[in-house]
């Protein structure tokens, strides 16, 4: 896997929440740049292996 993507919507209570395709990672944050580290680190936890690592994080936002 080279690409992991993430939708990204609003939080109805406040903040943002990020839930992988394909993938059981899901985060949520306050705003979008703590979303951003978060996300980063729940793909880290969820794959170990540097190597199998999706090198690509996208994000797409759902309105």
Same mark, same amino acid.
């Given at each position: 896997? #080279?690409?992991?993507?993430?939708?990204v919507?609003?939080?109805?209570?406040? *903040?943002?929440? $990020?839930? $992988?395709? *394909? &993938?059981?990672? =899901?985060t949520? $944050?306050?705003?979008l &740049? #703590?979303?951003?580290?978060?996300?980063?680190?729940a793909?880290?936890?969820? =794959?170990?292996?540097? !190597?199998k690592?999706?090198?690509?994080?996208? =994000? !797409? !936002?759902?309105?």
């Open positions: 896997m #080279t690409e992991i993507v993430f939708l919507e609003d939080d109805p209570d406040e *903040g943002y929440n $990020a839930k $992988a395709l *394909g &993938e059981s990672i =899901f949520q $944050a306050d705003d &740049e #703590t979303l951003r580290e978060m996300v980063r680190d793909v880290r936890c969820h =794959f170990p292996d540097e !190597e690592r999706p090198k690509v994080i996208r =994000f !797409e !936002e759902v309105k």
